[in-house]
């Protein structure tokens, strides 16, 4: 009986907890649409709108961009 009274806290799961998997911040999404608009255009206004979109922005960008040779 002590045995299991000792080791049971070990072992016991506080259901209150729950786990956040997404937090408060920018996904790496924005930061790489917000990294890619700022190299092409130095605009601090474009790069806030490329961040807001995010992904969207990324795949835009792959596929518009020129190819380098």
């Known amino acids: 009986m002590f045995l299991f009274i000792s080791i049971h806290p070990l072992f016991a799961q506080d259901r209150a ?21 700022w190299t092409r255009t130095n605009s601090v206004l ?4 490329a961040g807001f979109f995010g992904w ?14």
């Open 17 to 37: 907890v729950s786990n956040t998997v997404i937090g408060n911040g920018i996904g790496i999404g924005s930061a790489l649409a917000i990294a890619i608009c």
């Open 46 to 49: 474009t790069s806030i709108l």
């Open 56 to 69: 969207l922005y990324v795949i835009y960008f792959l596929i518009v961009r020129e190819r380098e040779n």
